[in-house]
């Protein structure tokens, strides 16, 4: 891909109506651009940056058996109004009515309508647990939009749902998704902790958010720092297992704003471990056993007896996600940004000098071109006019986290390599390339 021809409709200067870095960022290189009150296209850098997010979420959800479907946006009140959340929503829900003037909404989540699908066609218990997510747009008419896509009104989840025949059997998928909640931020590049926290309108008694520490979070958090050296990497797929990763998580005080007691928090945390900060919230799970099966009537046969299920539901705010790696990855002071190469838009930038007249950088850095991509390296060549280092500039901004810089200082067979934040190195075209592909294998 050439610069030139790429929509990334980059910005001279912060915009002043962003207020946090990540907005800043998104709408300065051109991501985001927004589309009304809370509402955002997402453009050709934002979007593949949330798709390559999408795609690690989808895998670490496939890892521990979670099947993939696809639920409209659009949900009719009726199955709201099983479950007694139609009113209790309020005005957080966006309402529509169609033309033969039935109510429709749009959906801010969607437990009503799983329960809906699991209790048309799941009759046995032999048939739990179920297991299933999507990944689609959600709407909530949120009282105060802000921070760009962080806290907007239309925005792209991921949810899951568990259906179960005991709560124990409940709280063994409910692990399974801590498991895989802490094994798709790390592969994100983040460090996510578990904090016990509120149910708010989705309701039950067992729920944690999943939070990144970054001082221009809306969550408060008070935990404890032994926290962040909990090692999760031998966990298997067992109850048992599981249970130690609970614990061994629940060992340390970790709480959200709502939770929150001063004099538990001083007895359980000494001084020296006191973390007391802000952050993200970019997971939250839940359990809450029958609270929708049993007035929706959702249960299976057992021994002769009508059980209701025991369900669970798993939320990552996939779009949040991409503000969310900025405010965790930005270095605001020098105005770098460096994406995780699990999820950067492209994995090098191609940075030639061009001379008028003189088009060999440009068909040197061609080739270069097709040589990484036949070792499948996705690389962006800055085909346009600007000087070198407004060149850079520019990518230290956009957040590639290689430039390979073709100038006066190339020799021969060497280019100028340089992962962002280290220093400059000179290497051949082949090593380029893997230490490129060790970085993505990692
Ligand atoms: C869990 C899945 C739920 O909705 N029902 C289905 C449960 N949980 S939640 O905490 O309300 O949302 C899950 C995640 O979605 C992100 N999120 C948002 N992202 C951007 N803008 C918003 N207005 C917004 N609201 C929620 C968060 O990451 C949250 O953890």
């Given amino acids: 891909?050439?610069?030139s021809k790429s929509f990334i409709p980059i910005l001279k200067n912060n915009p002043t109506e962003a207020k946090i870095k990540s907005h800043q960022l998104m709408l300065r290189v051109g991501m985001i651009k927004q589309s009304s009150a809370g509402i955002y296209s997402w453009l050709p850098l934002g979007f593949k940056v949330m798709k390559k997010i999408e795609q690690i979420v989808r895998e670490e959800q496939d890892r521990v058996g979670v099947q993939e479907i696809l639920m409209p946006t659009i949900q009719s009140s009726e199955i709201w109004k099983e479950s007694g959340r139609y009113d209790d929503y309020?005005?957080?829900?966006?309402r529509i009515k169609d033309r033969q003037n039935r109510e429709m909404l749009y959906g801010p989540t969607n437990e009503e309508l799983i329960t809906e699908i699991f209790r048309s066609s799941i009759k046995s218990y032999k048939s739990l647990p179920q297991l299933l997510y999507h990944i689609q747009w959600k709407f909530r008419d949120e009282l105060r939009p802000r921070f760009g896509i962080m806290r907007c009104r239309e925005f792209y989840m991921k949810d899951a749902y568990s259906f179960d025949l005991t709560d124990e059997d409940a709280l063994f998928s409910y692990n399974k998704f801590f498991l895989s909640y802490l094994r798709t931020f790390k592969r994100l590049n983040l460090s996510a902790i578990p904090m016990a926290a509120?149910?708010?309108p989705i309701g039950g008694n067992l729920s944690h958010e999943?939070?990144?520490?970054?001082?221009?979070?809306?969550?408060?958090i008070y935990t404890d720092k032994r926290i962040f050296d909990v090692d999760y990497s031998s966990t298997l797929i067992q109850n048992s297992s599981l249970e130690k990763l609970r614990n061994d998580y629940e060992k340390f005080y970790s709480v959200t704003d709502e939770k929150?007691?001063?004099?538990?928090?001083?007895?359980?945390?000494?001084a020296e471990h006191r973390v007391n900060t802000k952050g993200i919230e970019v997971g939250h799970i839940f359990y809450f056993g029958d609270k929708y099966s049993r007035p929706m009537n959702a249960s299976v046969d057992f021994d002769g007896k009508k059980e209701f299920v025991k369900m669970g539901s798993y939320g990552i705010g996939v779009s949040r996600l991409v503000g969310a790696i900025i405010e965790a990855k930005y270095n605001d002071k020098d105005e770098i940004m460096k994406w995780p190469i699990s999820v950067s838009p492209y994995d090098c930038a191609i940075i030639p000098m061009i001379n008028k007249n003189d088009s060999s950088n440009l068909e040197k850095s061609n080739k270069i071109f097709e040589y990484l991509k036949s070792k499948n390296i996705d690389a962006i060549i800055d085909d346009t006019d600007e000087n070198i280092s407004a060149k850079i500039k520019k990518f230290n901004l956009i957040g590639i986290p290689y430039q390979l810089i073709i100038g006066k200082k190339t020799e021969g067979d060497f280019f100028e390599f340089k992962e962002v934040g280290s220093e400059t190195q000179k290497l051949k075209i082949e090593e380029i390339a893997s230490q490129i592909s060790k970085a993505k294998s990692n």
């Fill in 1 to 3: 891909m050439y610069f």
């Fill in 90 to 94: 309020g005005e957080e829900m966006l």
């Fill in 198 to 200: 509120d149910t708010g």
């Fill in 210 to 220: 999943f939070i990144i520490l970054a001082e221009t979070g809306e969550s408060k």
């Fill in 260 to 270: 929150f007691n001063k004099e538990e928090f001083e007895n359980k945390v000494l």
